[in-house]
Protein backbone atom coordinates (compact mmCIF):
# COMPACT_ATOMS: atom_id res chain seq x y z
CA UNK A 1 0.00 0.00 0.00
CA UNK A 2 1.57 3.50 -0.92
CA UNK A 3 0.76 6.41 0.38
CA UNK A 4 -0.27 7.73 -2.47
CA UNK A 5 -3.20 5.01 -2.12
CA UNK A 6 -4.26 6.39 0.72
CA UNK A 7 -4.68 10.11 -0.52
CA UNK A 8 -6.82 8.78 -3.26
CA UNK A 9 -8.94 7.37 -0.64
CA UNK A 10 -9.99 10.37 1.08
CA UNK A 11 -13.48 11.17 0.59
CA UNK A 12 -13.41 14.60 -1.07
CA UNK A 13 -10.93 12.53 -4.02
CA UNK A 14 -13.63 10.00 -4.83
CA UNK A 15 -17.06 11.23 -3.49
CA UNK A 16 -17.07 13.89 -6.86
CA UNK A 17 -16.48 10.63 -9.10
CA UNK A 18 -19.35 8.48 -7.80
CA UNK A 19 -21.92 11.03 -6.19
CA UNK A 20 -24.73 10.23 -8.35
CA UNK A 21 -24.34 6.42 -6.56
CA UNK A 22 -23.40 7.71 -2.86
CA UNK A 23 -25.37 9.53 0.41
CA UNK A 24 -25.62 13.57 -0.65
CA UNK A 25 -22.63 14.75 1.66
CA UNK A 26 -21.17 18.51 2.24
CA UNK A 27 -17.05 18.67 2.85
CA UNK A 28 -16.33 21.79 4.66
CA UNK A 29 -12.90 22.86 5.06
CA UNK A 30 -11.09 22.18 9.00
CA UNK A 31 -9.56 24.92 10.53
CA UNK A 32 -6.46 24.15 12.22
CA UNK A 33 -7.75 25.61 15.72
CA UNK A 34 -10.26 23.16 15.55
CA UNK A 35 -7.65 20.14 15.01
CA UNK A 36 -5.75 21.22 17.67
CA UNK A 37 -8.83 21.23 19.90
CA UNK A 38 -9.48 17.74 18.65
CA UNK A 39 -6.03 16.41 19.40
CA UNK A 40 -5.59 18.68 22.42
CA UNK A 41 -6.07 15.89 25.66
CA UNK A 42 -6.46 18.59 28.07
CA UNK A 43 -9.60 19.95 27.05
CA UNK A 44 -12.35 18.16 29.02
CA UNK A 45 -15.23 19.90 27.79
CA UNK A 46 -17.33 19.74 24.80
CA UNK A 47 -17.32 23.10 22.13
CA UNK A 48 -19.52 23.99 19.57
CA UNK A 49 -22.97 24.36 21.43
CA UNK A 50 -25.80 25.91 19.70
CA UNK A 51 -26.83 27.81 23.03
CA UNK A 52 -24.96 29.15 25.98
CA UNK A 53 -23.80 26.72 27.75
CA UNK A 54 -22.43 27.09 31.42
CA UNK A 55 -18.67 26.86 31.90
CA UNK A 56 -18.31 23.41 33.96
CA UNK A 57 -16.16 23.83 37.42
CA UNK A 58 -13.02 21.32 37.93
CA UNK A 59 -10.78 20.32 40.80
CA UNK A 60 -7.12 20.59 39.54
CA UNK A 61 -6.24 18.08 42.99
CA UNK A 62 -4.76 14.73 41.79
CA UNK A 63 -6.15 13.07 45.08
CA UNK A 64 -8.56 9.98 44.74
CA UNK A 65 -10.19 10.82 48.05
CA UNK A 66 -13.55 12.29 48.22
CA UNK A 67 -13.06 14.59 50.75
CA UNK A 68 -10.40 16.36 49.21
CA UNK A 69 -13.06 17.41 46.22
CA UNK A 70 -14.32 20.39 46.47
CA UNK A 71 -17.43 21.52 45.17
CA UNK A 72 -17.90 24.98 45.65
CA UNK A 73 -18.38 28.43 43.85
CA UNK A 74 -15.22 29.85 45.19
CA UNK A 75 -13.43 32.08 42.58
CA UNK A 76 -10.27 30.23 43.42
CA UNK A 77 -11.64 27.14 41.77
CA UNK A 78 -10.15 26.17 37.96
CA UNK A 79 -12.81 26.78 35.50
CA UNK A 80 -13.17 24.73 32.51
CA UNK A 81 -14.48 26.55 29.37
CA UNK A 82 -14.66 25.18 25.54
CA UNK A 83 -12.99 26.89 23.05
CA UNK A 84 -15.36 28.51 20.73
CA UNK A 85 -15.12 28.53 17.07
CA UNK A 86 -18.43 30.89 15.83
CA UNK A 87 -17.41 30.93 12.09
CA UNK A 88 -17.16 27.43 12.25
CA UNK A 89 -20.08 25.90 14.28
CA UNK A 90 -22.36 28.88 12.20
CA UNK A 91 -20.53 26.67 8.91
CA UNK A 92 -21.47 23.63 10.07
CA UNK A 93 -24.71 24.36 11.47
CA UNK A 94 -25.90 25.60 7.89
CA UNK A 95 -24.94 22.41 6.70
CA UNK A 96 -26.67 20.08 8.72
CA UNK A 97 -29.93 21.97 8.16
CA UNK A 98 -29.17 21.89 4.13
CA UNK A 99 -28.64 17.83 4.78
CA UNK A 100 -32.49 17.69 6.83
CA UNK A 101 -30.96 18.07 10.25
CA UNK A 102 -29.66 15.32 11.16
CA UNK A 103 -25.95 14.12 9.68
CA UNK A 104 -23.48 11.00 9.75
CA UNK A 105 -19.93 12.72 10.26
CA UNK A 106 -16.52 11.63 9.40
CA UNK A 107 -13.30 12.94 8.58
CA UNK A 108 -10.99 12.34 5.35
CA UNK A 109 -10.84 8.81 5.66
CA UNK A 110 -12.72 7.73 9.17
CA UNK A 111 -15.39 8.12 10.97
CA UNK A 112 -15.75 7.89 14.88
CA UNK A 113 -17.50 4.26 14.90
CA UNK A 114 -15.08 3.35 18.14
CA UNK A 115 -16.88 5.84 20.10
CA UNK A 116 -20.69 5.96 19.48
CA UNK A 117 -20.86 4.44 23.15
CA UNK A 118 -20.57 8.09 24.28
CA UNK A 119 -22.93 9.17 23.06
CA UNK A 120 -26.84 9.48 24.82
CA UNK A 121 -28.39 7.41 22.06
CA UNK A 122 -25.42 5.29 21.30
CA UNK A 123 -25.57 6.30 17.80
CA UNK A 124 -23.39 8.55 14.82
CA UNK A 125 -26.48 10.20 14.67
CA UNK A 126 -25.34 13.85 14.99
CA UNK A 127 -27.33 17.46 15.12
CA UNK A 128 -25.16 20.08 15.87
CA UNK A 129 -21.09 20.79 16.17
CA UNK A 130 -21.18 19.67 19.92
CA UNK A 131 -22.57 16.15 18.88
CA UNK A 132 -19.90 15.64 16.22
CA UNK A 133 -17.02 16.74 18.67
CA UNK A 134 -17.99 14.74 21.73
CA UNK A 135 -17.64 11.83 18.85
CA UNK A 136 -14.36 12.90 17.68
CA UNK A 137 -12.74 13.79 20.73
CA UNK A 138 -13.44 10.43 21.44
CA UNK A 139 -12.04 8.48 19.07
CA UNK A 140 -9.01 6.67 18.13
CA UNK A 141 -9.85 6.02 14.34
CA UNK A 142 -10.28 10.30 14.46
CA UNK A 143 -6.85 10.54 16.22
CA UNK A 144 -5.43 8.12 13.63
CA UNK A 145 -6.80 10.21 11.00
CA UNK A 146 -5.07 13.60 12.08
CA UNK A 147 -1.48 12.06 13.35
CA UNK A 148 -0.72 9.09 11.66
CA UNK A 149 -2.55 8.68 7.83
CA UNK A 150 0.39 6.55 6.72
CA UNK A 151 1.29 4.56 9.31
CA UNK A 152 1.12 1.09 7.26
CA UNK A 153 2.53 2.95 3.85
CA UNK A 154 5.07 0.75 2.34
CA UNK A 155 6.90 3.75 0.81
CA UNK A 156 8.17 5.29 4.10
CA UNK A 157 11.23 6.97 2.87
CA UNK A 158 9.38 8.86 0.65
CA UNK A 159 8.07 12.61 2.25
CA UNK A 160 4.37 12.75 3.50
CA UNK A 161 1.79 14.22 1.57
CA UNK A 162 0.51 17.40 2.66
CA UNK A 163 -3.15 16.64 3.68
CA UNK A 164 -5.90 19.43 3.94
CA UNK A 165 -7.96 18.06 6.65
CA UNK A 166 -11.88 18.08 6.05
CA UNK A 167 -15.27 17.62 8.05
CA UNK A 168 -17.44 15.50 5.85
CA UNK A 169 -21.33 15.42 6.79
CA UNK A 170 -23.43 13.00 5.28
CA UNK A 171 -26.93 12.94 5.52
CA UNK A 172 -28.41 10.52 7.89
CA UNK A 173 -29.79 7.50 6.55
CA UNK A 174 -30.87 4.28 8.89
CA UNK A 175 -28.65 1.49 7.73
CA UNK A 176 -29.31 -1.87 8.49
CA UNK A 177 -25.88 -3.60 9.36
CA UNK A 178 -27.11 -6.54 7.60
CA UNK A 179 -27.05 -4.64 4.40
CA UNK A 180 -23.84 -3.55 4.21
CA UNK A 181 -20.98 -5.30 2.25
CA UNK A 182 -17.29 -4.73 1.85
CA UNK A 183 -15.59 -5.81 -1.54
CA UNK A 184 -11.86 -6.02 -2.40
CA UNK A 185 -10.77 -5.29 -5.87
CA UNK A 186 -7.26 -6.01 -7.38
CA UNK A 187 -5.86 -4.91 -10.59
CA UNK A 188 -9.72 -3.39 -11.27
CA UNK A 189 -11.19 -6.76 -10.85
CA UNK A 190 -13.36 -8.09 -7.51
CA UNK A 191 -12.11 -10.52 -6.16
CA UNK A 192 -13.83 -11.30 -2.58
CA UNK A 193 -17.03 -9.37 -0.87
CA UNK A 194 -17.53 -10.06 2.82
CA UNK A 195 -20.15 -9.44 5.17
CA UNK A 196 -19.64 -6.03 7.33
CA UNK A 197 -20.88 -6.83 10.12
CA UNK A 198 -19.28 -10.36 10.31
CA UNK A 199 -19.84 -10.53 14.25
CA UNK A 200 -23.88 -11.35 13.85
CA UNK A 201 -25.77 -13.67 12.19
CA UNK A 202 -28.61 -12.24 9.41
CA UNK A 203 -30.54 -14.63 7.90
CA UNK A 204 -31.68 -12.77 5.12
CA UNK A 205 -27.75 -13.21 3.86
CA UNK A 206 -28.01 -16.70 3.42
CA UNK A 207 -31.26 -17.11 1.72
CA UNK A 208 -30.35 -14.29 -0.67
CA UNK A 209 -26.27 -15.18 -1.15
CA UNK A 210 -27.03 -15.50 -5.08
CA UNK A 211 -29.00 -12.03 -5.63
CA UNK A 212 -26.67 -10.52 -3.22
CA UNK A 213 -23.63 -11.34 -4.91
CA UNK A 214 -25.03 -10.44 -8.55
CA UNK A 215 -26.06 -7.24 -7.64
CA UNK A 216 -23.19 -5.94 -6.20
CA UNK A 217 -21.13 -7.77 -9.13
CA UNK A 218 -23.57 -5.64 -11.67
CA UNK A 219 -22.93 -2.54 -9.58
CA UNK A 220 -19.03 -2.52 -9.58
CA UNK A 221 -19.00 -3.46 -13.51
CA UNK A 222 -21.47 -0.73 -14.55
CA UNK A 223 -20.46 2.26 -12.09
CA UNK A 224 -16.94 1.24 -9.83
CA UNK A 225 -14.81 -0.61 -12.65
CA UNK A 226 -12.30 1.28 -13.89
CA UNK A 227 -13.58 4.49 -12.60
CA UNK A 228 -11.41 4.92 -9.35
CA UNK A 229 -7.74 6.17 -9.63
CA UNK A 230 -6.17 2.92 -8.06
CA UNK A 231 -6.61 -0.29 -9.47
CA UNK A 232 -6.41 -1.60 -6.04
CA UNK A 233 -8.29 -0.50 -3.63
CA UNK A 234 -11.89 -1.71 -0.89
CA UNK A 235 -15.19 -0.48 -1.53
CA UNK A 236 -18.08 -0.70 0.93
CA UNK A 237 -21.87 -0.77 -0.22
CA UNK A 238 -24.91 -0.71 1.66
CA UNK A 239 -28.37 -3.20 -0.33
CA UNK A 240 -31.32 -1.64 0.39
CA UNK A 241 -34.88 -3.33 0.44
CA UNK A 242 -35.58 -2.71 -2.81
CA UNK A 243 -32.33 -4.72 -4.23
CA UNK A 244 -31.08 -1.10 -5.55
CA UNK A 245 -26.87 -1.24 -3.94
CA UNK A 246 -25.26 1.98 -2.96
CA UNK A 247 -21.49 2.99 -2.87
CA UNK A 248 -20.99 3.57 0.96
CA UNK A 249 -16.96 4.05 1.54
CA UNK A 250 -14.06 3.84 -0.56
CA UNK A 251 -10.64 2.59 1.52
CA UNK A 252 -6.61 1.43 0.51
CA UNK A 253 -5.98 -1.83 -0.64
CA UNK A 254 -3.94 -3.14 2.29
CA UNK A 255 -3.63 -3.65 6.57
CA UNK A 256 -4.87 -0.65 7.18
CA UNK A 257 -8.43 -2.02 6.24
CA UNK A 258 -10.62 -4.28 7.87
CA UNK A 259 -10.14 -7.42 6.19
CA UNK A 260 -12.69 -8.90 7.83
CA UNK A 261 -13.63 -12.31 7.02
CA UNK A 262 -10.79 -12.92 5.16
CA UNK A 263 -7.20 -12.79 5.78
CA UNK A 264 -4.64 -10.09 3.90
CA UNK A 265 -2.54 -13.26 3.04
CA UNK A 266 -4.91 -14.12 0.80
CA UNK A 267 -6.73 -11.12 -0.50
CA UNK A 268 -2.74 -9.91 -1.55
CA UNK A 269 -2.38 -12.93 -3.40
CA UNK A 270 -5.30 -12.43 -5.33
CA UNK A 271 -6.33 -15.79 -4.92
CA UNK A 272 -9.36 -15.87 -2.70
CA UNK A 273 -10.66 -19.64 -2.88
CA UNK A 274 -14.25 -20.01 -1.81
CA UNK A 275 -15.94 -23.50 -3.04
CA UNK A 276 -19.28 -22.22 -2.63
CA UNK A 277 -18.86 -19.98 -5.75
CA UNK A 278 -18.25 -21.26 -8.60
CA UNK A 279 -17.35 -18.09 -10.84
CA UNK A 280 -16.91 -14.37 -9.50
CA UNK A 281 -15.89 -12.92 -6.47
CA UNK A 282 -15.57 -15.53 -3.08
CA UNK A 283 -18.54 -14.01 -1.01
CA UNK A 284 -18.03 -14.93 3.06
CA UNK A 285 -20.76 -14.11 5.25
CA UNK A 286 -21.78 -15.65 8.90
CA UNK A 287 -23.70 -18.58 8.50
CA UNK A 288 -25.18 -19.84 11.94
CA UNK A 289 -26.12 -17.97 15.21
CA UNK A 290 -22.91 -20.40 16.86
CA UNK A 291 -20.29 -18.16 15.03
CA UNK A 292 -21.68 -15.01 16.12
CA UNK A 293 -19.07 -12.98 17.93
CA UNK A 294 -18.47 -9.71 20.05
CA UNK A 295 -18.30 -6.37 18.18
CA UNK A 296 -14.56 -5.24 17.92
CA UNK A 297 -15.42 -2.10 18.64
CA UNK A 298 -16.52 -3.16 22.29
CA UNK A 299 -12.90 -3.02 23.37
CA UNK A 300 -12.55 0.76 22.72
CA UNK A 301 -14.70 1.17 25.91
CA UNK A 302 -12.26 -0.11 28.42
CA UNK A 303 -9.07 1.42 29.12
CA UNK A 304 -6.50 0.67 26.51
CA UNK A 305 -4.13 -0.73 28.75
CA UNK A 306 -6.69 -3.41 30.00
CA UNK A 307 -6.99 -4.65 26.59
CA UNK A 308 -3.32 -4.47 26.23
CA UNK A 309 -2.69 -7.00 29.29
CA UNK A 310 -5.90 -9.01 28.35
CA UNK A 311 -4.61 -9.59 24.62
CA UNK A 312 -0.93 -9.52 25.72
CA UNK A 313 0.15 -7.00 23.23
CA UNK A 314 2.05 -5.10 25.88
CA UNK A 315 5.02 -7.00 27.87
CA UNK A 316 6.41 -4.18 29.79
CA UNK A 317 2.89 -3.64 30.88
CA UNK A 318 2.68 -7.30 31.95
CA UNK A 319 5.63 -7.35 33.87
CA UNK A 320 4.38 -4.09 35.72
CA UNK A 321 1.31 -5.79 36.25
CA UNK A 322 2.92 -8.74 38.07
CA UNK A 323 5.06 -6.95 39.94
CA UNK A 324 2.76 -5.06 41.26
CA UNK A 325 0.84 -8.16 42.27
CA UNK A 326 3.93 -9.62 43.20
CA UNK A 327 4.23 -6.75 46.15
CA UNK A 328 0.72 -6.85 47.23
CA UNK A 329 0.81 -10.54 47.65
CA UNK A 330 3.82 -9.69 49.83
CA UNK A 331 2.79 -7.15 51.79
CA UNK A 332 -0.47 -9.64 52.62
CA UNK A 333 2.16 -12.03 53.99
CA UNK A 334 3.82 -9.81 56.05
CA UNK A 335 0.37 -8.34 57.57
CA UNK A 336 -0.41 -12.05 58.15
CA UNK A 337 2.94 -12.58 60.19
CA UNK A 338 2.83 -9.52 62.27
CA UNK A 339 -0.90 -10.20 63.36
CA UNK A 340 -1.53 -13.96 63.51
CA UNK A 341 -5.25 -15.02 64.06
CA UNK A 342 -6.36 -15.77 67.69
Excluded at 59 to 80: G, L, R
Excluded at 228 to 254: H, T
Excluded at 261 to 279: C, K, N, P, T
Excluded at 283 to 298: G, H, I, K
Aim: proline share 6%.
Amino acid sequence: MKKEQVVHCQFSVWYPIFKKHTIKSLILPLPQNVIDYLLDDGTLVVSGSDHNSQPIQTNNSESDAEEDIQWSDDETTAIATAPEFPEFTSTVLEAINALGGCVFPKLNWSAPRDANWIALNSSLECRSLSDVFLLFKSSDFITHDLTQPFLHCSDQDSPDPVISYELVLRKWAELIPGGEFRCFVKENKLIAVSQRDYTQYYQHILKQEQHISQAIQDFFSQHVQYRFLDEDFVFDVYRDSQGRVWLIDLNPFGEVTDSLLFSWDELMSGEVVDHQQQDGPAFRYTTSEVTVQPSPCLSYRIPRDFVDLSAGEDAYKLIDFLKLTKSQQEESEEEEEENPPQ
